[in-house]
């Protein structure tokens, strides 16, 4: 992994496997700005726990793209309530002049945040039967231990989607399916009916907004924290390509194979090469450029699509 930026007026605190965390440098933002935090999305890309190369270009400024546009429609752009998030202002007033705070080496692939007290639960909504839910499914009939009608096929609709939590793991290890009853264990009763309803809300309704231009949102996650003054607050990135599976919706329906059917607009292609050329021992290869540019179109026309 490359190392992170040196970015001025911020200091790098955390890098995940596609982003990075800064949090402002000393002395140098305004009184109350030392809860701001930068968010920084890379173009590196990971697939069975490796961080690969090369990384898709442009990938960093289209994920944060989407992540901002589905920001605005959650906030009360599609007509719902609106959903608070992390978001804060990318700029500040000093000496009469306005200072933006997203440096320009990161400009277009960077968002300026609030500090939140995040909750260990990420929040996962299916409303299609498909992946680890699918092989589950086979097995015993249920999702995430969730009892679903016999008779299903990969990739059908759901009756209802259903809300599948994790606790998010420490750097390095695996997220673990948990339970609904875990989840209170974890969090408390009231709290953890609060993360299942927003998340159902926002997951229905992007599927609503996804419908309408001939896309399929098959299942998503989301994050949540608390802000200071205890509000739940929506995080980190929302309904990209990373963190959400799209299918096309003609595609679904007159598709004869699962393959065909379920063909997503993310990462996908990534992950079919390097099981095919790859047995997870040792360091992966490199991609080829033809994957590279495949996942980049798929990326880009996911995000067209959605915003045209």
């Not at 990075?20 to 968010?39: H, I, K, Q």
């Not at 000496?95 to 639960?121: N, S, W, Y």
């Not at 063909?263 to 490199?286: C, M, N, T, Y």
Request: net charge negative; glycine share 10%.
């Amino acid at each position: 992994m490359t190392s992170p930026l040196t970015l001025p007026g911020w200091r790098h605190v955390y890098s995940g496997k596609v982003r990075d965390l800064y949090v402002p440098a000393d002395g140098s933002t305004p009184s109350g700005a030392e809860e701001r935090m930068l968010v920084v999305a890379s173009d590196r890309v990971s697939a069975f726990d490796s961080v690969l190369e090369p990384g898709i270009p442009g990938k960093g400024v289209l994920l944060t793209t989407l992540s901002l546009w589905w920001f605005d429609q959650l906030a009360g752009g599609d007509g719902g309530r609106g959903i608070p998030n992390h978001l804060v202002a990318d700029h500040v007033l000093s000496a009469d002049a306005v200072r933006e705070l997203i440096p320009t080496q990161v400009a277009g692939r960077a968002m300026v945040v609030k500090r939140l007290d995040m909750q260990p639960i990420e929040c996962v909504v299916r409303g299609y039967l498909t992946g680890s839910g699918w092989a589950e499914y086979r097995e015993s009939g249920t999702v995430c231990g969730i009892r679903l009608s016999a008779g299903l096929e990969n990739g059908d609709r759901l009756p209802a989607p259903i809300y599948t939590p994790a606790f998010k793991a420490p750097m390095g290890e695996h997220d673990e399916n948990i339970s609904f009853e875990r989840t209170i264990e974890l969090v408390g009763e009231a709290r953890a009916h609060e993360l299942r309803d927003l998340s159902l809300e926002v997951y229905e309704r992007a599927a609503r907004t996804a419908e309408a231009k001939g896309l399929i949102l098959a299942d998503t996650k989301f994050e949540f924290g608390l802000d200071d003054a205890g509000v739940m607050t929506l995080a980190d990135e929302v309904l990209t390509s990373d963190s959400s599976r799209y299918w096309d919706a003609a595609t679904w329906a007159s598709g004869s194979t699962p393959s065909e059917r379920m063909a997503s607009f993310d990462k996908q292609i990534v992950r079919d090469w390097l099981a095919a050329h790859w047995d997870k021992q040792g360091a992966p290869p490199e991609l080829p450029g033809e994957i590279v540019e495949r996942t980049a179109a798929r990326y880009l026309e996911l995000l067209e699509r959605l915003t045209s």
